[in-house]
């Protein structure tokens, strides 16, 4: 049968985008307050409203699925996972608040949350990089320029970077990392060259 | 009767609790998906063992923040610490409930459960046998990743836990490893943990 398998496809996918959106969520919010930036607080608070837009859309699929009363826990485990990611991004929107409480982060939470990290920054990728068409694994850019992806925006769409991810013509990549680093990334994703060093 | 440890004041720093609550609560949020996705129980106990582990430590924080505090502006300094705390704690019941509904038997949808193992890499659970040839060895020696393609992402040992374990990490006897990988190298990881596989193959 053709449409349950459509419908199928189409509540993994939602449930996919709910997970990995809630876990980028966490990402940024602590970012966030690691670098006390407004921007991406206000970013968690957007994408907040974006998961309880997916939440609901997901719970509605699974509601209207039509499943047998024999089918009703495999349904059940399914609507509490999407109640799950939803929990995730609230916990990220709280920490996202501190910043835009203007409550300066304790320096605790600086140390705690990174380290090393100094700027985040969202760069575009142009057809002439590169990167387009790579596998973020073999894309290197941690080793290559210093910086780590935190998210990937393609369209309207937030993606959770994984090892396999696939870099295409127009992703916004963000990452954070040193601020040398950052020229490095941008010239990457527009498809200049860098400089050895 | 509900029976729970009692927890005492330990003089700790906020700084060393708070990053471990960080981190196993997230190692947290991949299990748990990974326990009710790929339907295993032995994961969701582990995750259970967290989420008490992250309970003892939210509430020796929360008494080492109030001892700190010794005017309003280190009032004002701490809250953003311990709002932290708290959503580092929520996150760890939310990952704790998907577990209990693994033990509980209230399944993900076998569909959906097919679909998701294309796009997810698998978490799973090894034990070290004193006869294996990972003991004694860092994970640095080892190569795991580039070998077999799998990441151990945290080592339980003797009710401590080690999350994101640097290169030079030893593995030792008795260990629960957590690794991230392919079915294939997830296999391999089992038997080389489990001594019925005696070589690492380059």
């Given at each position: 049968m053709a449409s349950t398998k459509k419908l199928f496809r189409n509540i993994t996918n939602k449930l996919v985008e709910l997970k990995d959106t809630s876990e980028i969520m966490m990402d940024l919010a602590y970012s966030s307050v690691l670098l006390n930036s407004r921007e991406l607080a206000e970013e968690v608070q957007e994408l907040e409203e974006h998961v309880d837009d997916l939440h609901t859309e997901f719970e509605l699929l699974v509601l209207s699925s039509g499943f047998k009363p024999t089918e009703s826990r495999d349904f059940l485990g399914l609507i509490r996972l999407g109640v799950v990611a939803e929990r995730i991004a609230d916990a990220a929107a709280e920490i996202s608040e501190v910043v835009l409480r203007g409550l300066e982060p304790h320096p605790i939470l600086k140390l705690v949350i990174e380290e090393a990290e100094e700027t985040v920054t969202r760069v575009q990728v142009t057809k002439?990089?590169?990167?387009?068409?790579?596998k973020l694994r073999d894309a290197q850019l941690p080793e290559e320029t210093g910086m780590w992806v935190l998210a990937i925006r393609r369209g309207k769409k937030w993606l959770r970077p994984q090892p396999n991810s696939v870099i295409k013509t127009g992703d916004f990549l963000i990452a954070s990392g040193y601020t040398e680093g950052e020229e490095d990334l941008r010239k990457l994703a527009s498809g200049q060259t860098i400089s050895e060093v | 009767m509900v029976r729970l440890e009692k927890i005492e004041y330990k003089p700790m720093p906020i700084r060393d609790l708070l990053v471990q609550m960080k981190d196993i609560s997230e190692l947290m949020i991949d299990l748990a998906y990974s326990a009710a996705l790929f339907h295993s129980r032995e994961l969701a106990e582990e995750v259970l063992e967290l989420e008490r582990r992250v309970d003892t430590l939210a509430y020796i924080l929360e008494m080492n923040a109030m001892l700190a505090a010794r005017d309003a502006e280190d009032a004002e300094a701490l809250v953003g610490v311990y709002t932290v705390a708290a959503a580092a704690n929520k996150i760890s019941d939310a990952a704790a409930d998907i577990a209990g509904n693994v033990l509980r038997e209230i399944g993900v949808h076998p569909i959906v459960r097919e679909a998701f193992r294309k796009v997810e890499e698998q978490l799973s659970r090894a034990e070290v046998n004193p006869?294996?040839?990972?003991?004694?060895?860092t994970l640095r020696e080892l190569e795991l990743a580039a070998k077999i393609g799998v990441d151990i992402i945290a080592i339980r040992r003797k009710g401590e836990w080690i999350i994101n374990p640097k290169g030079g990490e030893t593995i030792n006897a008795e260990d629960i490893l957590i690794a991230r990988g392919a079915p294939l190298g997830i296999e391999e990881l089992k038997g080389l943990a489990g001594g019925t596989i005696q070589k690492l193959e380059d």
């Open positions: 002439k990089s590169s990167l387009v068409g790579k | 006869n294996s040839i990972l003991a004694g060895k």
